[in-house]
């Protein structure tokens, strides 16, 4: 092996705006494990050029993000990456072969759960030297980054009533309520044509009243029409809410129709803005924070740089006392043993794989992820698979030990990484993150998200610097440094959570500059129509 | 002889021989010169619109606050200078993403996303996607044979550069089409291109006194006159099997309609839903809601969202749920909707008028700001179900012509677009 030579420079054909730093030029490819027999394109690479770290020459273009054998694979071997199963072979690959779903068969593998056996505590910081934010403390010691006023649906029939109070008041409605962040409407396609009682309806109910109690919902106004299958008596039975100043309720039937209920909605808002509006943000430990991981748009990148990076911060977040919520089910499938071996008790690992299972029959014949189909965008961005997705997508919550696991929209009490069970559809899991109250969503993406949500904010991560250049007004944190070669992991991880102390202290992210976050309230639908 | 040892043939095949000895007789069919006329849009292809808006439609809900955006930027008086524009509607839904990605879940929605935006009250659209949705964007088009051109406009927001970018370009697609839109004119034409779909919403006991027959005769109008009107809600008319089975036109039809209903007991199965529980609106042993399609035949059946192409009464497979039904018919290519109510809704489509009628004046009364016509009359006696009827027809024509109904008065419409989710999430 001729390790001395030295490759050809590289022209970048990607279009481009940042010029490849000279890192890059050097390496175009990121080896992420010594035990991996397939190495990552930094960059679009043509064919024939020689990768000197690995001793092989290109034997087809590699788009960006994409992989390629690093030695000969034969057919039937297993393909590594982060020293981890993403498949197998399907023909004898040369070394130096452009890899992919052409080439990576998507087998069976045998897991190893290892419950509960790798469990070591997280080393928390002593209460004095948490990090420290600026927040929202409410009555009952929960903490707000955000001060709403939601309006809510039971449901789809009160929607355009919904929308027409909110959108009452705007910038100007509000210049005498400085510390209200806005009047925001919750309205979904559910609660009537659906399914009277189970799970579909319990879980719309605690979507909802997870969503209306969340710390960054100072006051709520919830619409009716008056006969809907969501029937708001039983639904706020169901919930244990009780009307009051705070908490009120419009029936649009019983009002006189839709311009009355508009008129008399108004007035219901206007009379919670004082109350709303008397808060104040104090200093309080970063303990308070409690992130949704969110992952769309997913690219060859995120699992390098985005996801890592959020990882590295996700730890110090827990070891400062906080939560972070580990999600998407369909997309952690594969890796989940990563998981079971960290749990904290051998029943959280099994909650886990139970869900898993419930998933697995969910979908079974279904053209969907965890069947092995990625999406049309993962699939060009370079992701063979849903175990390769699902690898990168874990590295979101870091290595901390896995407290809890919980059911879509229940309410997360345990502090450090815990999973609720979610789609990997992003609306529909984070709706059920902030529910069970989320106060910050972290959101990584390699193609690009516009993703935003109320009342909890999203923070969004590019994976790569030339999105991010595309992208500007929409991505709040490049992570693209880490795969330039600019800035490792670790420190990427210590800007992240800065940032993200930022953010809960009222800094506004991109999506919130945008007006972006009311189309963005979707409960899980999981039942049949009526 | 009965071979008691067997199961009992189902319900369907007794229907179905039923259904043979009880066809009702064809429509009688007016001459042209008999006919009545209303004002609309004749549309390339002689379909014909009753309203003339611009849609912005999005692949996946990722696209969802662009259009929006895109659509409130022509408020009423950005569009002052459009006079016959009648506005710009988002089509925003919760699916496209996370969802399967082949089979009936994804054609479905794609037939529906596209039948509307064909539908002959969209002069032009704008299609948004972020980019990476299941639903992709290209494939999409491909799959609806949808051609990009200076009425059709694809922005995809990843290759423009984001949100602000992409309601940027929207807004410059739609004002690019608006002299386009504003050219088109209404005409006299026969009632024979009104298709209405019925619907239903908050029924009470009177609806099937009132409203419903009141609207069945109107519908028999309309059917005479060569125009069309879809029935559907299966999961409420599957109650009736026996009654809906009765009015199919031909055995064909007959066994189409059992087949849609044969699925509706599979997929509602171990349910709580309203067929699974046997409720019927209105009460136990009414039959209101084929009362809405009048007394002809029924001639075709449809599954969700496909192109409506037979004239006089048809079937569409939906569920009861309105927005969800509506939905369906409108990309099936409704252009007028009838809605039955009784304690009274609020709802309207986007794009195509919703003419809401009442069983009883009381609830007229009580949300007149909502309900276009009260049949409280035919309830307490004062007028008859024929001539209830006749009055229907004609404000039919009235609201097909350009009359606002009310809910479009009030601006309902932007949250009604509510494509069936039918498959699983990913």
């Keep these: 092996m001729n390790t001395a030579s030295t490759s050809a420079p590289i022209t970048p054909t990607l279009a481009s705006t940042v010029r490849p730093s000279d890192a890059v030029l050097r390496n175009p490819f990121i080896r992420l494990d010594p035990l991996d027999n397939v190495i990552v394109a930094r960059l679009e690479v043509p064919a024939g050029t020689p990768v000197a770290s690995d001793g092989v020459t290109t034997q087809q273009m590699v788009p960006s993000g994409h992989k390629i054998a690093a030695r000969a694979i034969g057919r039937g071997e297993p393909v590594l990456k982060y020293n981890t199963v993403i498949g197998f072979a399907s023909e004898d690959i040369p070394a130096g072969t452009w890899m992919h779903s052409h080439n990576i068969a998507f087998g069976e593998l045998v897991k190893d759960y290892r419950h509960g056996l790798d469990y070591v505590p997280t080393e928390l910081l002593p209460p004095e030297q948490r990090a420290r934010f600026q927040g929202i403390v409410r009555d009952d010691g929960r903490v707000a980054t955000r001060n709403y006023i939601g309006v809510f649906v039971v449901s789809h029939s009160g929607a355009t009533v919904a929308r027409k109070i909110a959108g009452f008041f705007d910038a100007d409605e509000l210049a005498a309520f400085p510390h209200i962040d806005g009047v925001v409407p919750f309205v979904h396609e559910q609660g009537a044509g659906m399914e009277k009682s189970g799970e579909p309806m319990d879980m719309l109910r605690r979507t909802i009243g997870g969503t209306l109690r969340h710390p960054n919902t100072a006051g709520a106004l919830v619409i009716a029409l008056g006969e809907e299958h969501n029937e708001l008596g039983a639904f706020l039975a169901h919930q244990g809410l009780v009307p009051g100043p705070m908490l009120q309720t419009l029936v649009i039937q019983r009002a006189g129709g839709t311009r009355k209920a508009i008129a008399a909605g108004i007035a219901q808002v206007r009379a919670m803005l004082p109350a709303a509006d008397a808060v104040r943000r104090e200093p309080v430990s970063a303990e308070h924070i409690m992130v949704g991981l969110q992952c769309g748009g997913s690219d060859g990148f995120s699992g390098l740089s985005a996801n890592p990076a959020l990882g590295a911060a996700m730890e110090i977040l827990i070891r400062n006392g906080g939560t972070a919520i580990l999600s998407e089910t369909s997309e952690i499938y594969g890796v989940e043993h990563t998981l079971t071996a960290r749990a904290r008790t051998p029943a959280v690992g099994r909650k886990l794989v139970a869900r898993i299972d419930w998933w697995l029959d969910y979908n079974r014949g279904r053209d969907t992820q965890i069947n092995g189909q990625v999406s049309p965008g993962n699939n060009a961005g370079g992701l063979a698979n849903v175990l390769e997705k699902s690898l990168g997508g874990a590295k979101k919550g870091g290595n901390a030990p896995l407290m809890e696991v919980y059911e879509y929209a229940e309410p997360v009490t345990q502090h450090g990484l815990v999973f609720m069970d979610t789609p990997g559809y992003d609306p529909v899991s984070a709706t059920g993150q902030i529910a069970g109250g989320a106060n910050l969503i972290c959101f990584t993406t390699g193609r690009g998200s516009c993703f935003g949500s109320v009342p909890a904010p999203t923070i969004k991560l590019a994976s790569n610097t030339p999105m991010y250049v595309r992208m500007q007004a929409d991505m709040d944190i490049n992570c693209g440094p880490v795969i330039d070669g600019e800035a490792t992991l670790a420190q990427m991880g210590q800007q992240i959570f800065a940032q993200v102390l930022r953010h809960a202290s009222g800094e506004p992210t991109r999506s919130e500059a945008l007006g972006v976050g009311t189309n963005e309230f979707v409960p899980w639908p999981l039942g049949v129509s009526d | ?426």
């Design chain 2, 1 to 426: 002889m009965v071979d008691i040892s067997r199961p009992l043939a189902p319900d369907t095949a007794a229907d179905a021989a039923v259904s043979a000895a009880t066809r009702p007789a064809p429509a009688r069919l007016l001459s042209p010169e008999q006919g009545a006329s209303f004002q609309g849009y004749v549309r390339p292809g002689g379909r014909v619109g009753t309203r003339n808006h611009i849609g912005v439609f999005v692949v996946g809900n990722c696209g969802a606050t662009a259009a929006r955006k895109v659509a409130d930027h022509f408020t009423g008086k950005r569009l002052a200078a459009f006079a016959n524009v009648d506005g710009v509607v988002p089509f925003v839904h919760e699916i496209g993403c996370g969802m399967e990605m082949t089979g009936e879940p994804m054609n479905l929605l794609r037939r529906t996303i596209a039948g509307t935006l064909r539908n002959p009250n969209i002069a032009g659209a704008v299609v948004i996607a972020l980019g990476c949705e299941r639903n992709n964007i290209r494939g999409f088009f491909e799959q609806e044979k949808l051609v990009a051109g200076p009425l059709l406009h694809m922005l995809v927001m990843q290759e423009i550069g984001g949100t602000a970018a992409t309601i940027a370009a929207g807004i410059a697609a739609v004002e690019s089409m608006l002299p386009a839109a504003n050219a088109q004119t209404r005409s006299s034409v026969p009632v024979e291109h009104l298709v209405v779909g019925l619907q239903s919403a908050a029924p009470d006991a009177l609806s099937a006194v009132s409203a419903d027959p009141a609207l069945g005769a109107a519908m028999d109008l309309l059917v005479r006159h060569g125009g069309t009107a879809i029935l559907s809600e299966t999961s409420e008319l599957a109650q009736v099997e026996g009654a809906v089975l009765a009015r199919a036109a031909s055995a064909e039809v007959g066994a189409q309609l059992a087949q849609r209903i044969h699925w509706w007991r599979g997929y509602s199965a171990g349910r709580d839903t309203r067929l699974a529980r046997g409720d019927r609106s209105g009460g136990p042993g009414t039959c209101s809601g084929i009362q809405r399609a009048g007394s002809t035949a029924l001639q075709a059946v449809y599954e969700y969202a496909h192109p409506v192409t037979a004239r006089g009464l048809v079937f569409m497979d939906t569920p009861a749920y309105a927005a969800v039904s509506a939905t369906g018919q409108i990309a099936g290519g409704a252009n007028l909707l009838c809605l039955s109510t009784g304690s009274g809704t609020g709802f309207g489509a986007a794009a195509v008028p919703t003419v809401k009628l009442v069983s009883n004046s009381t609830t007229f009364a009580r949300m007149e700001d909502d309900l276009d016509i009260d049949c409280g009359p035919v309830a307490d006696g004062a007028v008859g179900v024929p001539e209830m009827g006749r009055r229907i027809f004609e404000r039919l024509l009235d609201y097909a012509s350009g009359v606002p109904t009310k809910a479009e008065e009030l601006g309902v419409g932007d949250n009604e677009f509510v494509p069936w989710p039918i498959g699983v999430l990913a």
